[in-house]
C-alpha cells in the first residue's frame, strides 16, 4: 500500500469519510471543550497534528523494530501511551514558551491529549492494519487533519451561534450536541466520495 494514489486514497478517507470525531466519536472531549473560539480550536488542532503524526511514526517504529522482534507485542498500548505523553509534554513546553496565549487558552485540554482516545486509537490502527511506517504516518496525519477540519468547523458554527436568540432550554451544551450531530450527518455525504 505504498504507492502515492494509495496514500491519497487514505488521506482522503481518514479525514474526511472515517473523521475521527465525527464518525468514529474518538476524541469528543477536546472537540466540545475548545471548540468555543476559532482560534483556540485551531491551535489544538494543530497540537493534535503534531502529536498523533509523531506518535504515528514512534509508535510504528518501536512496534516493528522493538516489541515485534522480542515478541512482546501484548505491551503495546503501555508504550504507545508513553510515547504519546512524551510527545505532548514536548508539545506543552513549547507552546509555553513560543505561544503562551494558546497555551493559557488550551488549558487543561492541551495535557488531556495524552489521554486522548483518537491519538492512541491511530496508534493501535496503524498496528492492527498491519500499516508499513510511511503508511502509519500518513494515516496519522490524515486522522488529525479530519480532526482539525472538524473543531474548526464546530468552532465557527459555535461563534456564529453565539448571538442567536436560542431557547433557554437548548443554550450551551444541548446547542453544541445538536450542532455535531448534524455534522457527523452532513459528513456521511463523504462516503460516496470512495
Excluded: H, W
Excluded at 474518538?26 to 489544538?44: D, E, H, Q, R
Excluded at 492541551?110 to 490502527?125: D, E, H, K, M, S
Excluded at 459555535?158 to 453544541?176: A, L, Q
Amino acid at each position: 500500500m505504498e504507492n502515492v494514489r494509495d496514500m491519497l486514497i487514505l488521506l482522503v478517507s481518514a479525514s474526511l469519510v472515517s473523521n475521527v470525531v465525527l464518525s468514529q466519536f474518538l476524541g469528543l472531549c477536546p472537540f466540545l471543550g475548545v471548540s468555543k473560539k476559532i482560534k483556540t480550536a485551531a491551535g489544538m488542532g494543530t497540537a493534535v497534528i503534531f502529536v498523533i503524526t509523531l506518535a504515528s511514526a514512534v509508535a510504528g517504529l518501536i512496534y516493528r523494530f522493538v516489541l515485534k522482534p522480542l515478541d512482546i507485542e501484548y505491551l503495546q498500548t503501555i508504550v504507545f501511551i508513553l510515547v504519546i505523553a512524551a510527545l505532548v509534554q514536548f508539545v506543552e513546553m513549547f507552546l509555553r514558551k513560543a505561544m503562551p496565549s494558546l497555551y493559557e487558552a488550551l488549558g487543561v485540554y492541551l495535557p488531556l491529549i495524552t489521554t486522548n482516545c483518537a491519538v492512541l486509537g491511530v496508534a493501535i490502527t496503524n498496528v492492527q492494519k498491519e500499516y508499513g511506517i510511511l503508511t502509519g504516518i500518513v494515516n496519522g496525519f490524515a486522522t488529525a487533519l479530519g480532526f482539525t477540519i472538524a473543531i474548526v468547523i464546530l468552532a465557527g458554527i459555535r461563534e456564529k451561534i453565539e448571538y442567536n436568540d436560542i431557547p433557554e432550554s437548548f443554550k450551551g451544551m444541548p446547542t453544541v450536541l445538536l450542532t455535531a450531530g448534524l455534522m457527523a450527518i452532513a459528513f456521511c455525504g463523504f462516503s460516496g466520495l470512495l
